[in-house]
């Protein structure tokens, strides 16, 4: 069945970095957007970012704008999100999904989602 796996989220402290992944199994990322979502305690999932694969072309959330990038990596089914300036509101669980052809404003459009990870920011 196909699905996204993410990487292993963590603990790090305000200001620090963290890097996920998300790995596609199968299915190609040819075809398809990715993005990457966040949903925080208490609050509805987002979308950050998301990375249009056909024309490799990124979109941000103002909220991680200059401090997230997304990245995809074209020897292996693997798309990245590299985050810096990390701060505790960044608290959340992130996950990737998969949108036809092109990133969607809308979360109805997006399928083979992953599990999610745990990433915390806390001094």
């Known amino acids: 069945q196909p699905q996204f796996m993410e990487s292993e989220g963590g603990s790090v402290q305000p200001g620090g970095s963290l890097r996920l992944s998300c790995t596609a199994f199968?299915?190609?990322?040819?075809?398809?957007?990715i993005g990457w979502f966040r949903q925080a305690p208490g609050k509805e999932r987002e979308g950050i970012s998301c990375i249009n694969t056909r024309e490799d072309s990124m979109t941000y959330a103002d909220s991680v704008k200059g401090r997230f990038t997304i990245s995809r990596d074209y020897t292996k089914p693997i798309v990245y999100l590299q985050m810096n300036s990390l701060k505790p509101e960044d608290t959340a669980v992130y996950s990737c999904a998969a949108a036809r052809y092109y990133c969607s404003d809308s979360q109805n459009d997006y399928y083979y989602w992953g599990q999610g990870t745990q990433v915390t920011v806390s001094s």
């Open positions: 199968g299915f190609t990322l040819d075809q398809n957007a």
